[in-house]
């Protein structure tokens, strides 16, 4: 019988266990850091009809009361930061410093979100008739979040499904369920029985939550398989949907480029969070007139990393969150290995225990080679020569994904490419800024609908258009 930690749902403004508990793994020392409820089904009926049974008053409860109780839930969450971010750092791997951010990052969303009304569109307003557009909550919203950032993605889409009016069941992943779980009895006292709830629980939970006739509204962030499933089981009830997916996100270094600066935002760029980021650049274009010198920086950069358990001061890059996405990636190491291809840094020893990877740079491998066409989502980076800057852009562009990318050197070059890139995102001699005014979305097989802003408020929104004619139609 293990000792760890356990920890409950969130039901109905209850803290209740599950039958059953599964545990959570340390990547950084394969042990157990707690034990997380494995919901029921009976347990997610009962999570959907108390959302169910909120709904109707929550929507009533005027915005102002409802962004106050969402800035008041990120206020709590930064209040414990000290607290959340050790047991995110266990459970996830990343460092704490990452782990800090991305725990600030949910509540900064919260106190953005707190701070959007849903806009009324007059169409008309003449002496026959007005004709206006209102914001109306689409009803109960299913949340799942991924591993990479457990907190701040789950807040993208918590935070402003509450302030438009709906109520939430949210289900973190498997493999990083405890920080949410804590937050979860944080939320108990600060939002109404229903509104707000959160389960977790082994693979089943996931297609259960997608097919429930219950939720109005599934976001989904995750692999574009999955994706693709959530989609099918959107179909019955024609759920809405936001999908963020997978990425294979190009970055495109121009001669003229100031090699120092922009490789070291790369490196960054590429490898934080040990490179699970979603948008992050996962093969660089780099020209010939700067390859060398670009390439020998960015690998001086990677061998003076420390890679390490995130919970060491020092460490700079944490473990592969989790063993599958680890084989993953060694599968990937193993591939270009096997075909001959270049390794500008990643040689070094890491802790054989734990999923440790060294950061790991692939000299000019080909097109078609399996680093450069898929989405290795960890710290293995293929830098790729080009003399032209067209073929490069088409190379770019040549790929099913189109979540973000990132182009480097003059401004003006830079831009003209930026605006040619087929992703909902791209950034311009620099990276990964996310002002939550910005909207974020993927194009083609990345996904759709938007996170963050206020287009991504309206993603929780159905519009509701009235036309009033001004001539009373009374006796
Ligand atoms: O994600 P999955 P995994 C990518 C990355 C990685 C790959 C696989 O490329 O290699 O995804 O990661 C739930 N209906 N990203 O396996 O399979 C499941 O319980 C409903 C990109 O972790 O997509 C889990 O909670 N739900 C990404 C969640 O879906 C289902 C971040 C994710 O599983 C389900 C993470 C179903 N049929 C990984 N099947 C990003 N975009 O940032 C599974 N789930």
Not at 56 to 76: C, D, F, H, N, S
Not at 383 to 390: G, V
Request: a negative charge; proline letters at 7%; glycine letters at 10%.
């Amino acid at each position: 019988m293990s000792t760890a930690r356990t920890f409950k749902l969130l039901i109905d403004g209850a803290s209740v266990d599950g039958e059953s508990l599964f545990d959570v793994i340390n990547p950084a020392t394969e042990e157990v850091v707690g034990r997380a409820p494995d919901a029921t089904r009976q347990q997610l009926d009962q999570a959907v009809a108390s959302a169910r049974r909120a709904y109707p008053k929550w929507k009533e409860t005027p915005i102002a009361e409802r962004q106050a109780m969402v800035a008041a839930l990120g206020r709590v969450i930064n209040e414990n930061i000290e607290e959340l971010k050790r047991l995110l750092t266990a459970e996830q791997g990343k460092p704490l410093g990452d782990a800090e951010q991305d725990i600030g990052g949910g509540a900064y969303f919260c106190a953005q979100s707190a701070e959007l009304t849903p806009p009324v569109e007059v169409h008309e307003d003449s002496d026959v008739r007005r004709s206006a557009t209102y914001r109306v909550p689409l009803g109960v919203v299913c949340a799942i979040a991924p591993w990479n950032f457990p907190i701040a993605i789950a807040f993208w889409k918590v935070a402003p499904a509450l302030v438009a009016g709906n109520t939430v069941v949210l289900k973190p992943s498997p493999f990083t369920p405890l920080t949410t779980l804590r937050i979860a009895e944080l939320a108990r006292d600060i939002l109404p029985s229903g509104v707000f709830n959160v389960l977790s629980g082994s693979d089943r939970l996931g297609p259960w939550m997608t097919g429930h006739p219950g939720f109005d509204k599934i976001s989904f962030t995750g692999s574009t398989a999955t994706g693709r499933r959530v989609m099918e089981s959107a179909a019955p009830t024609l759920k809405r949907l936001t999908l963020e997916l997978g990425g294979n996100d190009a970055a495109i270094v121009l001669p003229g480029v100031d090699v120092q600066s922009a490789a070291s935002q790369l490196f960054q760029a590429a490898f934080a969070n040990s490179g699970q980021v979603c948008f992050a650049p996962k093969r660089v274009y780099v020209h010939s007139a700067v390859y060398e010198d670009f390439a020998a920086s960015l690998a001086e950069l990677a061998k003076q990393a420390k890679v390490g358990d995130g919970a060491e001061q020092g460490t700079s890059f944490g473990p592969i969150q989790n063993r599958p996405q680890y084989e993953r990636v060694q599968d990937l190491i193993a591939d270009c290995r096997t075909n001959g291809y270049g390794f500008l840094a990643g040689q070094d020893n890491v802790p054989d225990k734990g999923y440790f990877v060294p950061l790991t740079i692939i000299d000019n491998p080909p097109a078609d080679a399996r680093i450069v066409r898929e989405e290795q989502f960890g710290p293995v980076l293929p830098l790729i020569r080009f003399d032209d800057i067209e073929a490069a852009l088409e190379q770019a562009n040549d790929c099913d994904y189109g979540l973000g990318g990132s182009v480097w050197g003059p401004p003006e070059l830079a831009e003209e490419i930026a605006l040619r890139m087929d992703t909902g995102m791209v950034w311009v001699n620099e990276f990964g800024s996310m002002a939550p005014s910005q909207p974020f979305g993927g194009r083609k097989q990345s996904g759709f609908g938007v996170e963050n802003g206020m287009a991504g408020l309206l993603e929780y929104t159905s519009i509701h258009t009235i036309v009033t004619a001004k001539q009373a139609n009374v006796a």
